[in-house]
Nanobody, 124 residues
Framework: VQLVESGGGSVTVGGPLTLSCVVS????????IGWFRQGPGTARERVAS???????YYGDSVKGRFTASQGSAKNTLLLRMDDLKSDDTASYYC????????????????????WGQGTQVTVS
């Protein structure tokens, strides 16, 4: 399984930015896909996650500002970030998980077992 993130960069406070993640290696199988972030000196936290074809769930700190959606292919997850704040500065990671036999995604960050390399987002 491979995950490739793109779209990070520097943006001014209040601005928008969109991240993209492309997952390969699951074939036609459904899976969980999500965005996580880790700022300096902080634990990695969930930003948004969804089961392919399902609805997205968001972390409390980004609700109402970030929108996760699947691209034209189910193996792509976009993260539209609006009204960015300096506290959103972090390395953003895409992750995937396919270990449950039911259509649900882990709430524990440590359970996600496939990760991308990350992309830096700096808001100033």
């Amino acid at each position: 399984v491979q995950l490739v993130e793109s779209g990070g960069g520097s943006v001014t406070v209040g601005g928008p930015l969109t991240l993209s993640c492309v997952v390969s290696g699951f074939g036609e199988k459904d899976f969980c896909i999500g965005w996580f972030r880790q700022g300096p000196g902080t634990a990695r936290e969930r930003v948004a996650s969804m089961y392919t074809g399902g609805r997205a769930y968001y972390g409390d700190s980004v609700k109402g500002r970030f929108t996760a959606s699947q691209g034209s292919a189910k193996n792509t997850l976009l993260l539209r970030m609006d009204d960015l704040k300096s506290d959103d500065t972090a390395s953003y990671y895409c992750a995937a998980f396919a270990g449950y036999s039911w259509k649900a995604c882990p709430t524990n960050v440590g359970t996600w077992n496939h990760w991308g390399q990350g992309t830096q987002v700096t808001v100033s």
